[in-house]
């Protein structure tokens, strides 16, 4: 049985923004969701045709896992209900074998460069499902 998680899936008008603002630092770009509940709660299919108001607000890498993330501001919040901030992860380093989940990891203090300006992008909420983990 797959796991199931919710997101906020980037538009390409979105993606394209940040990799333009944003040079990826590893070559695995990945630019593409931001986690909202993972696993999914129950009552996340009521939120299928919300709006989010979305902003990138932030940024942090790590050369040693070979992560780069952007820290974003989700409805005027910067933290999941799991206690971890919103972010997408930008970019991995094959060459480490990064997995995208190391995002949370580094910024599990919490501590990012904030951008001088940020920035609205435009997502879509969607139920994940996923059957190799």
């Keep these: ?40 709660k129950n009552d996340d299919e009521k939120h299928q045709n919300h709006f989010f108001t979305v902003f990138v607000v932030g940024y942090k890498i790590d050369t040693e896992l070979g992560v780069e993330c952007l820290v974003v501001e989700v409805n005027g919040r910067l933290t999941r209900p799991d206690g971890c901030l919103y972010h997408l992860t930008l970019s991995l380093d094959p060459t480490k074998n990064a997995k995208a989940v190391l995002s949370n990891e580094i910024l599990s203090d919490h501590q990012y460069q904030k951008l001088n300006e940020s920035f609205e992008i435009t997502t879509e909420f969607k139920l994940i499902k996923r059957i190799n983990v």
Excluded at 2 to 25: D, N, P
Excluded at 26 to 40: E, G, W
Aim: charged share 20%; aromatic share 10%.
């Design 1 to 40: 049985m797959g796991i199931k998680y919710s997101a906020l899936m980037l538009t390409e008008e979105s993606r394209v923004k940040i990799l333009q603002t944003f040079r990826s630092a590893f070559s695995l770009v990945k630019c593409d969701h931001v986690t909202v509940n993972y696993p999914a």
